[in-house]
């Protein structure tokens, strides 16, 4: 079965400082994994998403994402923190066979500190 | 500008009233998607739809119904016997259809309480 798991319910970083949002996944064959942000009373936005290629994925508001196939790993990033940051970020994952379900993990909620 | 459009924001339901939670898209995606998201539990699939007239259930469905009579539309019914009704509910779309790799898009959710 798929899930996801983001192992920090929170994440404080000082603005300016580079940031990592935590994610592990687990899927039969090849994922297709997604980055989302969701601000207060609002829906999610898309960020970034890893198909295949390069497992370096750039997206939206500066920032990246680092697939890890040895560890399974999906961690957001970015160089350079800003408040606007701030915000609730999930991870999601589909298998890339199979029906069209994304499984979304609990979300981390990133605190940045002026 | 394309998007997806639900409708009420917030919505009060009453004991043993059922209430319908409205959701359109004009980016004429085939899949569309129900979530509930309660704090500290990320997002749960109520019900998705692949394609017009055909719907299936997600992992919490008991409680609650669809209907996918267009393809635009999509909306979920809150029954009497969704006991928890209370939380903040979001439709998105997708197009599976073009290799799995496309993302959904969100609505702007309705938070539903009990009154």
């Known amino acids: 079965a798929q899930s996801v798991a983001q192992p920090e319910d929170q994440v404080n970083v000082a603005e300016g400082n580079p940031l990592t949002v935590k994610c592990t996944y687990s899927?039969?064959?090849?994922?297709?994994l997604f980055w989302y942000v969701q601000y207060p009373n609002r829906g999610l936005q898309f960020l970034l998403k890893?198909?295949?290629?390069?497992?370096l994925v750039k997206g939206s508001y500066g920032f990246e994402a680092e697939f890890n196939k040895s560890q399974t790993s999906f961690h957001l990033k970015k160089p350079s923190a800003l408040v606007s940051d701030s915000a609730l970020y999930f991870c999601?994952?589909?298998?890339?066979?199979?029906?069209?379900?994304?499984?979304f993990g609990k979300g981390t909620r990133l605190h940045i500190l002026p | 500008d394309g998007g997806i459009t639900q409708s009420p924001k917030y919505l009060f339901r009453k004991e043993g009233q059922n209430v319908t939670l409205s959701c359109e898209q004009n980016?004429?995606?085939?899949?569309m998607y129900w979530y509930r998201q309660d704090p500290g539990q990320g997002l749960r699939l109520i019900y998705y739809?692949?394609?017009?007239?055909?719907?299936q259930k997600g992992d919490i469905a008991e409680g609650y119904s669809v209907s996918r009579e267009k393809k635009e539309s999509f909306p979920l019914t809150v029954t009497s016997a969704q006991k928890n009704p209370t939380a903040f509910y979001l439709c998105?779309?997708?197009?599976?259809?073009?290799?799995?790799?496309?993302?959904?898009?969100f609505g702007d959710g309705t938070r539903l309480s009990i009154l």
């Open positions: 998105a779309s997708s197009n599976p259809g073009t290799g799995g790799g496309e993302p959904q898009h």
């Open positions: 899927v039969s064959g090849n994922p297709y």
């Open positions: 890893y198909i295949t290629g390069d497992n």
């Open positions: 999601a994952v589909r298998a890339s066979w199979g029906d069209d379900k994304i499984i």
């Open positions: 980016l004429n995606h085939d899949a």
């Open positions: 739809s692949q394609i017009v007239n055909d719907f």
